[in-house]
């Protein structure tokens, strides 16, 4: 007998497949479009892409992070030693990103250095006045 393959109803069992597959990552930072391919790349998922909706993404998004915290609470956290995180150069915007570095890091040697990175610099104050 064939095994049948999952549909966007079956939420505990892709829940299941996609802590397999993504074991990284959160569910709960997952964008539905995200979702969705990760979903319709399952190999063993067979149900029509066009027929998922909000409602069902959501549920199944629900259930992976539910199903995901019942694991990690008794087996430590789940994950495959690959973090996925972003790095704050990730938001960079592109000028900054792959413009030119002298400019960036640069000030003249009379100033002294913006400690906070506000472009405010503290005045010194001459008490001999």
């Known amino acids: 007998m064939a095994k049948q393959k999952l549909k966007w109803t079956d939420t505990e069992e892709i829940a299941f497949r996609l802590i397999d597959s993504h074991p990284s990552v959160d569910p ?12 319709t790349s399952l190999p063993e998922f067979g149900d029509n892409p066009k027929k998922s909706s ?4 959501e549920a199944i998004q629900m259930r992976w992070h539910e199903e995901r915290a019942e694991m990690e609470d008794e087996l ?7 973090e996925d995180d972003l790095d704050e150069d990730d938001y960079r ?3 900054e ?12 040697d009379d100033e002294e250095e913006d400690e906070f990175g506000d472009g ?3 005045e010194e104050v001459d008490d001999d006045r």
């Open 120 to 122: 405010f610099q503290e």
């Open 54 to 57: 909000e409602g069902l993404l």
């Open 93 to 95: 915007d592109d000028e």
């Open 28 to 39: 709960l930072r997952v964008r539905f479009t995200d979702l969705h391919k990760y979903i």
């Open 76 to 82: 430590g956290p789940v994950s495959s030693g690959e």
């Open 97 to 108: 990103a792959g413009g030119d570095d002298s400019s960036a890091d640069s000030f003249d």
